[in-house]
């Protein structure tokens, strides 16, 4: 009937942008996993990669 905000359903919406966060830096983390798969020179190419998931991934949570 309001057009106040309703504290728990912005709770609830930010619990659900907080957990969309948490899956993706896991997935981004988990490209880690195929470290021991590669040689040691193919390494710094998965690192970058990941830094630049996460870097991507914090900025999106800083725009919202």
Not at 11 to 25: H, T
Not at 30 to 52: I, K, N, R
């Amino acid at each position: 009937m309001t057009d106040a905000p309703n504290p728990g359903a912005l709770a609830a919406r930010l619990q659900g942008d907080a957990d969309d966060v948490e899956a993706e830096v896991e997935e981004a983390l988990g490209s880690l996993e195929a470290l021991e798969d590669l040689p040691v020179t193919e390494h710094v190419a998965v690192f970058e990669g990941v830094q630049q998931r996460l870097s991507e991934i914090l900025s999106n949570v800083d725009d919202a």
